[in-house]
């Protein structure tokens, strides 16, 4: 396997990561369209083809999601000029996803396209063989220079690329101005101690003060992460325990962990958190009901469309203890389509993701959902009625010094499950730091045996 090194940022309006937020769990059966002999131009020849069904696993159930709408579009303009192909959607959110995915792997039936994340997510698949490379798709239409440049390294394994990246994302503090306003608080937090001094005066005021969908672990592990790059002064805290210059015991980490426990006992989070998906998360803050919202910047679209559009701001994650630059953040190179290699339609349904792919910057330029998406964005956000805050967002493409990958992205799937479960347990019960950095050096240690 190649190795991955935390690439630099591109410039505003191009970049985005996505460790692939979805909304709630659905299949979605409506059908759209899929390829036959032309997938960048989805035409089709007189003579009588074979009918066909590909199934597309997606994580983009949540119709308030800009997303959501542009995949249907995509698919049914496909399908009305390949009648004989049926597109299947299997819309799920983010972890049941991935929980489907391991058992249709476990027993060799991935469907057509699936949803996967990059680099060590990705590994036991790739090792298994279960997905076919990409690289001739991409030679087709000049499809693989539609991607920011060094996206696709994430996706590549001894030279083949094996999925394709719907976002490369930055995390981000959306905030609601105007709750701001009525609690009293005049600026954004540039420390994390006043960010948990404006949790309290929040809460005084009887505001929310910030909204999590902790049911789906990710979330909290990609916030505690934001605060790890803080508490390490820097990216690579990870990639040192993997090279055995620290461990979980490190004060860095159990910093960290004391620093989110901090934050959740100052009342940060909703009651019952680890009840509400991402989707019921993100939903409080876009009807107005939380103050604060830390998610990756693919946030930006469902907002945008949202009540509370033209209220919102958005802020760097600040220092911790002093600690760490906000110019660097969490980065996301996004979840991505890859294809099964046992599909019974390969060439088809290699067609479809190439028309599917071709057509997702402008689709979602289209629908104000291009904010963080991993292929070049040909269009000007302004003139096109982006929102301020989505310009600020873009903005803050362009200050990003570098930063670290997902917790989940980085290490195995065992120690990374071992993490997630440690860290939603915060939310739910106080712990001592020092116990929580043995629990994941317990996790790693199993599943890092030599």
């Known amino acids: 396997m190649k190795k991955f090194k935390v690439l630099p940022v591109v410039a505003a309006g191009v970049l985005a990561i996505s460790l692939t937020a979805c909304g709630t769990s659905k299949t979605d059966n409506s059908s759209s369209a899929a390829p036959s002999a032309s997938a960048n131009t989805g035409g089709s020849t007189t003579e009588k083809k074979e009918n066909i069904t590909i199934t597309f696993q997606n994580i983009y159930p949540d119709p308030t999601d800009p997303k959501n709408g542009m995949l249907k579009k995509i698919v049914n303009d496909y399908q009305s ?19 489907k995915l391991k058992t249709q792997a476990a027993s060799k ?18 090792d298994a063989g279960l997905f076919a490379p990409l690289n001739d798709m991409l030679d087709q239409n000049g499809l693989k220079a539609t991607f920011q440049e060094g996206l ?5 394994f001894n030279n083949n690329v094996y999925a394709l990246p719907d976002g490369n994302n930055i995390g981000v503090v959306y905030y609601n101005k105007d709750l701001f306003k009525q609690a009293g608080i005049a600026d954004v937090p540039k420390t994390f101690e006043e960010m948990i001094q404006d949790v309290k005066t929040l809460k005084a005021k009887g505001i929310q003060p910030m909204a999590i969908g902790e049911k789906d672990t990710w979330t909290g592990s990609f916030l505690f992460m934001n605060i790890l790059l803080r508490t390490n002064g820097g990216p690579g805290f990870l990639q040192a ?9 490190d004060p860095a980490f159990t910093d960290a962990v004391g620093s989110l426990e901090d934050l959740i006992q100052a009342g940060a989070f909703q009651e019952g958190v680890t009840s509400f998906d991402y989707n019921a998360g993100e939903n409080l803050f876009k009807t107005g009901k939380a103050a604060m919202y830390y998610m990756g910047s693919w946030a930006t679209g469902g907002i945008e469309t949202s009540s509370v559009n033209g209220k919102v701001g958005v802020f760097k994650f600040p220092t911790v203890k002093g600690k760490g630059n906000p110019d660097e953040f969490m980065l996301a190179p996004g979840s991505a389509f890859a294809v099964s290699a046992n599909s019974k339609h390969l060439k088809e349904t290699k ?22 998406l991993g292929q070049k964005v040909d269009g000007d956000f302004k003139a096109a009625g982006y929102s301020d805050m989505a310009m600020d967002v873009l903005n803050l493409f362009k200050a990003v010094k570098g930063g670290d990958i997902a917790f989940d992205n980085t290490m195995n799937p065992g120690t990374a499950q ?27 240690d199993a599943n890092n045996k030599k």
């Open 351 to 372: 067609d479809f993701l190439n028309y599917f792919m071709t057509n997702f910057p402008k689709e979602a330029f289209a629908v104000k959902g291009a904010v963080g």
């Open 109 to 126: 039936e991935v469907p057509d396209i699936t949803v996967v994340n990059p680099a060590a997510q990705m590994k036991p698949f790739v």
């Open 81 to 99: 000029k390949n009648p004989n192909i049926k597109i299947e959607l299997d819309s799920l959110n983010t972890d049941q996803q991935k929980l």
């Open 241 to 249: 325990v993997v090279d055995g210059k620290k461990t979980f015991n």
């Open 418 to 444: 071992g993490h997630l479960t440690s860290i939603q347990n915060l939310f739910v019960a106080k712990k001592d730091p020092a116990e929580v950095a043995k629990e994941h050096q317990a996790a790693y």
């Open 152 to 156: 696709l390294n994430w996706y590549t």
